[in-house]
């Protein structure tokens, strides 16, 4: 599905961190925003997940605004994975993996097979399926990634956004995640992915984006 933003503009107390952004990711495309730190590539993620409230413009996925939708059916259409989140102390990786399918859940809506089927989808594509069983705080770094990927995966949204997935991890782990954003793109979802590396992300982005002070 497309996610396209117009004249967007967000920020902080006074301070405007993203200055009027048009951008349009077609369906089933990699896109990755480069620059330095403070120039407004996190917030301009936060603000297409409508989870920072932007001063002005819009963000649609698909031909919805996403700012016109209830917070739940947002999140059925858009997944943000942040950079560095914090799990639930000893939490398995399928506890959560779970945790994707929250949006999914409500007072009439219960826990159901198809929840357990799409936790499960998740899983195997992520290869962490044989991992489910174990603490999150046992595993590596690039394991762990994997399974916050996982996580993401579960909440079965059109649209993926990550706020530097390979942060903090050596090339052989980043390497492995960004083989598996491509492959998560290759089944259709639309990515828009925060990366440091200019190197890897002209390698496993359809399109770069540039920011520099908004």
């Not at 198809?114 to 046992?138: H, K, P, S």
Request: hydrophobic share 45%; with cysteine.
């Amino acid at each position: 599905m497309e996610i396209r933003v117009e004249q967007l503009t967000a920020g902080y107390a006074g301070h405007t961190a993203v200055d009027q952004v048009d951008l349009t990711v077609p369906s089933g495309q990699v896109v990755a925003i480069v620059g330095p730190n403070g120039c407004g590539k996190s917030t301009l993620l936060r603000s297409m997940a409508r989870l920072h409230q932007p001063r002005t413009g819009t963000v649609f996925v698909g031909d919805a605004d996403v700012w016109k939708l209830r917070q739940r059916d947002a999140a059925h259409r858009i997944a943000l994975l942040p950079q560095a989140p914090q799990a639930p102390e000893a939490v398995t990786v399928a506890g959560l993996v779970r945790y994707g399918r929250h949006p999914h859940q409500g007072l009439f809506r219960q826990w159901s097979n198809q929840d357990e089927e799409a936790v499960t989808r998740a899983l195997e594509a992520t290869g962490t399926a044989a991992l489910a069983g174990r603490r999150l705080d046992q595993l590596s770094g690039g394991q762990r990634q994997r399974c916050w990927l996982a996580m993401a995966l579960a909440q079965e949204t059109p649209v993926v956004l990550l706020d530097e997935p390979t942060s903090a991890l050596d090339i052989g782990h980043a390497v492995e995640v960004l083989d598996l954003v491509r492959e998560v793109a290759a089944e259709g979802r639309t990515i828009v992915m925060v990366v440091h590396d200019l190197a890897a992300a002209a390698r496993y982005a359809d399109t770069l984006v540039a920011m520099r002070d908004g």
